[in-house]
C-alpha cells in the first residue's frame, strides 16, 4: 500500500461467516490467516474496525491448541460479551480477551515508521532487546492487562480469561507453578480460569496450572 493512499477499509473486514458459528479451530484458523495476510500492517494495527482480526487469530489459535488432545470446537461471538465460546467435550466455556503488551506502546507508529522506511528505500530499524528484560516486562504487562479485565467486575458467573502476550519469547517459557499462581493471584476469584497464549504456549495460571505446546509450527503468529 502506498504512503497517503485512500483506502476502502471495507475490504478488509472480517467476514461476518466468521461469527456466530460454531468452528473447527484449525479451519476457522485457516480461513483467518487466509484473510489477514492481505492487510497492511500499517493498517491492521491502527484501525479500530480491524481489531476484530487480531482478536479472531489469537482465539482460534489458543482453540487450536487447546483442541489437540480434546474435542473443541469455538464459536466468535457477535455480541460484546463474550469475545469468544469454547465448547470443550461438551462443556461450554466464555471467554473474554485481552491483550498484554509493552506500556505506552503505539504498535501503529512502529508499522507506519517501517512503511516509510521501505518505500524510501531504508533498511529496518532493528532494536536490540534483551530476553530477561522482554520477560520481566512481559510479566509486568500480563498483570496490568488481567487488572484492567479484572476492574469490569463481570456479572456471575464470572468468564474465563485469555491474555494474549504480545512479547517476544527468546527461549522456551520459564514460568513455574509458584511463578503463574502468584502472577495472577489478586484476581483468581474474578475468573472462571486465566490463560495465557504466549508463543506457541497455551498456559493455564489458574486454577490447577498446566502448560500446554502448540506442536504445529505453522501455527506461529
Avoid at 502506498?2 to 476502502?8: E, L, M, N, R, S
Avoid at 479451519?27 to 492481505?38: F, G, K, Q, T, Y
Avoid at 461471538?77 to 498484554?100: G, V
Wanted: aromatic share 10%.
Amino acid at each position: 500500500m502506498k504512503h497517503g493512499a485512500t483506502v476502502d477499509i471495507r475490504s478488509y473486514l472480517p467476514p461476518p461467516e466468521w461469527f456466530g458459528r460454531w468452528w473447527d479451530p484449525a479451519e476457522l484458523l485457516v480461513s483467518v490467516r487466509d484473510h489477514n495476510e492481505h492487510v497492511p500492517s500499517e493498517l491492521l494495527f491502527t484501525r479500530p474496525e480491524l481489531k476484530p482480526l487480531l482478536e479472531a487469530h489469537a482465539a482460534a489459535r489458543f482453540a487450536a491448541i487447546r483442541g489437540q488432545d480434546l474435542q473443541c470446537s469455538i464459536r466468535l461471538a457477535t455480541e460484546r460479551f463474550p469475545d469468544f465460546e469454547l465448547r470443550i467435550q461438551h462443556q461450554l466455556q466464555q471467554f473474554e480477551l485481552t491483550e498484554a503488551d509493552h506500556d505506552g506502546r503505539k504498535r501503529g507508529d512502529e508499522y507506519r515508521e517501517a512503511a516509510k522506511r521501505k518505500v524510501a528505500g531504508l533498511q529496518p530499524d532493528v532494536e536490540l532487546i534483551s530476553p530477561d528484560d522482554e520477560e520481566r516486562d512481559a510479566l509486568s504487562a500480563i498483570a496490568r492487562a488481567i487488572e484492567r479485565k479484572a476492574a469490569k467486575r463481570y456479572a456471575p458467573p464470572p468468564p474465563h480469561l485469555l491474555v494474549y502476550v504480545n512479547f517476544s519469547l527468546f527461549r522456551e517459557l520459564r514460568l513455574k507453578r509458584l511463578d503463574v499462581l502468584q502472577l495472577v493471584e489478586p484476581w483468581t476469584g474474578r475468573f472462571a480460569s486465566i490463560w495465557l497464549l504466549w508463543g506457541a504456549n497455551a498456559l493455564r495460571c489458574w486454577p490447577n496450572p498446566a502448560h500446554i505446546v502448540d506442536r504445529d509450527p505453522m501455527r506461529g503468529f
